[in-house]
């Protein structure tokens, strides 16, 4: 765990309040694996519910879903854009949480910033 890291145990042994380690120690040293999680998990909803909405066991019907418009349309096979646009809609959103998660951890990360 964090608390048992060489530099908490030294900014201790120099003195260092509780509130002092946790905010500038813990805090940052912590913050990237939280975002790097966060911005594999939201993109993993996204197709989650889309997946599930696909196979018709998602989301009700008067709310609308990317997954149910792609399941729908694969009924119509000659108006390709009725599949392909909310696919694009699917896949973009998932590609931009994750560039999004690996930009803010590539710049909070407190290795990269000294």
Same mark, same amino acid.
């Given at each position: 765990?964090?608390?048992?890291?060489?530099?908490?145990?030294?900014?201790?042994?120099?003195?260092?309040?509780?509130?002092?380690?946790?905010?500038?120690?813990?805090?940052?040293?912590?913050?990237?694996?939280?975002?790097?999680?966060?911005? !594999?998990?939201?993109?993993?909803?996204?197709?989650?519910?889309? @997946?599930? $909405? =696909?196979? &018709?066991? %998602?989301?009700? /019907?008067?709310?609308?879903?990317?997954?149910?418009?792609?399941?729908?349309?694969?009924?119509?096979?000659?108006?390709?854009?009725?599949?392909? !646009?909310?696919?694009?809609?699917?896949?973009?959103?998932?590609? @931009?949480? $994750? =560039?999004? &998660?690996? %930009?803010?951890? /590539?710049?909070?990360?407190?290795?990269?910033?000294?």
């Amino acid at each position: 765990s964090l608390r048992e890291k060489e530099y908490v145990e030294a900014a201790r042994s120099l003195g260092a309040t509780q509130r002092s380690i946790i905010f500038k120690h813990l805090m940052p040293n912590s913050l990237s694996p939280l975002l790097v999680a966060v911005s !594999f998990g939201i993109p993993g909803a996204i197709f989650g519910e889309a @997946g599930l $909405s =696909f196979l &018709g066991i %998602g989301i009700n /019907d008067p709310i609308p879903s990317w997954g149910k418009m792609v399941g729908v349309a694969g009924n119509y096979w000659t108006t390709w854009h009725l599949a392909f !646009f909310p696919t694009l809609a699917i896949a973009l959103s998932m590609l @931009g949480f $994750s =560039f999004v &998660g690996d %930009g803010l951890r /590539d710049a909070l990360d407190p290795k990269l910033i000294e």
